[in-house]
């Protein structure tokens, strides 16, 4: 680290470093395609390090690396920068106390910048703490002036904003919060997704239970995120048992899962017998196989939406 005018800056060495360690995340995480995607990270009060144009973040060297001054002016390296290094120079200049800027196309949370659709219910104590709300920045072309004039309104209320059908933009106080708070974008996204769009259920937080988890986060030193729509009243206060299943819906059954063919397993089809008294209910005994098999069920649904993602 180095200080300049008391502020603390990574070094150099300390920032391409971070770069190339956080482009290989980045790729490893399926956050990004091809060439797509782009770090910037400040070395002192006019002067940051970024990736290079036409380069995977996979596969990324130090001397790749391309230092400018805040104008986008090139100090150091062959390579040429991003075109959407104005997208970061704009974060630079909008909020001085940032760090490091960090764009992906991550694919869940793309989808919802493609939809139009922020990523706003309290649904996730984490969620709320460390990113509030995320919304989606006006459709602007890749490359142009129109992008970081898009995205100016957030840069000082919020941590992350959608690009709408492009992708994700985060920042923070350096390097690694810029790439968590990326990671933390894709992961609530996709619970939003699975609990909205494949479970059917959400559970979200009360008004009460949201100011706690914003009050709190001030202690993180995190005063930025906006506050999400909550819920009046508190409907997750009661501890949840499994409901008791019938023979009709035994086993497999995913009825409640939209789009989901049920898994049969030899023996449990319509003609078999339901076990028990006859009544229809089960046996006490088979309550605790009922409930993980239904929880097997939702992971493997888990498990085939991301398999399909991924492909």
Known sequence: MVTIKGVKYMSDFEAKNAIIDIGKRMYARGFVAANDGNISCKVGPNAIWATPTGVSKGFMKPEMLVKLDLTGKVLQGSARPSSEIKMHLRVYEENPNVMAVTHAHPPIATAFAVAGI??????????????????V??????GTQEVPDSIAPFVNSYN????????????????YEAFYRLESVEYYASLLMY?????????????????????????????????????????????????????????????GLKGVTPIVKPGTGKSAQAPGCGCGSIPPEKHERSARTKEEIIAEVVRRVTQEMSR
């Not at 992350?160 to 390097?175: I, P």
């Open 118 to 135: 922020g990523l706003e219910k309290p649904i996730l104590t984490e969620g709320v703490t460390t990113l509030g709300v995320v919304p």
């Open 137 to 142: 920045a006006k459709y602007a072309t890749p």
């Open 160 to 175: 992350a904003v959608l690009l709408s059908n492009h992708g994700a933009l985060t920042w923070g106080k350096d390097a």
């Open 195 to 255: 609990t909205g769009n494949i479970i059917g259920k959400q559970n979200p937080l009360s008004c009460g239970q949201v100011q706690t988890l914003i009050d709190n986060r001030k202690n993180f030193g995190i005063t930025t995120g906006g506050t999400p729509p909550c819920s009046c009243e508190a409907t997750n206060m009661e501890d949840v048992i499994t409901n008791v299943v019938t023979g009709a819906q035994r086993n497999d059954d995913v009825s």
